[in-house]
């Protein structure tokens, strides 16, 4: 997969944009009024991670390239969305290029900031997003399977299959209970080539607790009642204090983050969430002087990773050198590594581990 590309949604006034601020340093229009995002934003942000400063140091590489997360900011959403309501048509095609969610819910209230439905309630407003994502999905597999029944008169077996998994998938979607996602994603196989179901996305619910701080509220402890039931991480964030905190230089946000006990950034913590929530892991290639992070698929292998790299890497692939992140770092350097016996080389079918640090070797 590409750079991982997050979507930041909910409805209007609930702080994506600051959120987006705050994780990607863009700097992009708050106002407080609906709809100040209407094209979304997107900003490319590295992914902190302390590993890759060490295997650089010790590999003797001047350059360093982490990965990378992708941030979305798109529009907000209202009731009837899925009717075209707002800025409904232009959200759901935004969310459907996503690979995963951070829904903002709100949870401060201040006068000068309106709320779209008049008060503060964060289980209402999480409700009412996953409605109109479920109606929109309901609207896609209506018009997917009327066409599959007019192709399963044929009597095919493959085409009456897909019909009866459709149906499964409308009944689970358009149901009354919690979605199971696990029996969901299964039917979810039988759809069209290229469509997805925004509502069985991998979502993070992002409590924005305004400027009193991100320990736990009682809005935040509501919500994560409702998300538990989801299956969906919560992360309490203050969208508006870390957003000042990335207007600051390195000493002095470190300096007011001990003053707010602010013990994590939120990119931190959401960036470990979406890799748990996608299940994702880190490796690490060294190659003429740069060294590089990777983000890749628990369980994928070697070839795989390689083909992350470059196409030619993975159709030329010969063999890949591993050594373990920990082995590494207390080796001090490849050769020592090597005369230890933990330095390692593995063939195309070596399932990657997280903090792998891998040389390819590969012919053009």
Same mark, same amino acid.
Request: aromatic share 6%; hydrophobic share 40%.
């Given at each position: ?14 702080? *994506? ?21 209407? $094209? ?32 979305? =900011? ?7 969305? %899925? ?61 997917? &399977? ?33 979605? =199971? ?23 993070? &619910? ?11 509220? $009682? ?16 992360? $309490?964030?203050?969208? *508006? ?9 390195? $000493? ?32 690490? %290639? &060294?190659?003429?002087?740069? #060294? ?38 207390? #080796?001090?350097?490849? %050769? ?26 590969? %012919?053009?």
């Amino acid at each position: 997969m590409s750079s991982l590309k997050v979507g930041i949604v909910g409805l209007p006034n609930v702080g *994506k944009t600051t959120l987006f601020n705050a994780l990607s340093r863009v700097g992009a229009q708050v106002a407080s009024y609906p709809f100040t995002t209407v $094209e979304p934003n997107v900003g490319v942000v590295p992914i902190p991670d302390e590993r890759l400063n060490k295997v650089a140091d010790l590999a003797e590489c001047r350059k360093r390239v982490p990965a990378s997360i992708t941030f979305v =900011d798109i529009a907000g959403l209202v009731e009837g969305a %899925s009717k075209g309501e707002g800025l409904g048509n232009r959200f759901l095609a935004n969310i459907r290029e996503v690979d995963a969610i951070l829904h903002v819910i709100r949870a401060f209230d201040i006068s000068d900031v309106s709320h779209i439905a008049g008060d503060i309630d964060p289980v209402r407003d999480a409700e009412m997003i996953e409605t109109e994502l479920r109606l929109a999905d309901l609207d896609v597999l209506s018009r997917m &399977i009327g066409k599959a029944r007019q192709s399963a008169k044929s009597g095919a077996r493959e085409c009456v299959e897909k019909v009866k998994a459709l149906e499964s998938l409308e009944s689970i979607i358009g149901g009354d209970t919690a979605i =199971d996602y696990e029996k969901a994603r299964k039917f979810a196989a039988f759809l069209d080539p290229g469509v997805g179901m925004v509502s069985l996305m991998p979502s993070i &619910i992002v409590v924005n607790s305004g400027e009193s701080g991100a320990g736990e509220s $009682e809005a935040g402890a509501r919500i994560r009642e409702w998300a538990l039931l989801k299956g969906m991480p919560v992360v $309490e964030v203050s969208a *508006k204090i870390e957003s000042e905190l990335a207007e600051l230089d390195h $000493e002095e946000a470190l300096e007011f983050e001990r003053e707010m006990g602010i013990e994590e950034e939120s990119l931190d913590r959401i960036v470990r969430e979406s890799y748990q929530l996608l299940g994702l892991i880190t490796f690490f %290639s &060294i190659d003429s002087g740069e #060294c590089r992070a990777w983000s890749i698929s628990r369980g994928r292998n070697a070839q795989e990773a390689a083909g992350r790299i470059h196409t030619d890497f993975e159709k030329g692939f010969i063999k890949a050198e591993i050594v373990h992140y920990s082995d590494f770092a207390a #080796c001090g350097c490849f %050769s020592r590594a090597r005369d230890m016996g933990l330095l390692r080389v593995e063939g195309r079918d070596y399932t990657v581990l997280d903090g792998d640090v891998i040389h390819f070797k590969f %012919s053009t």
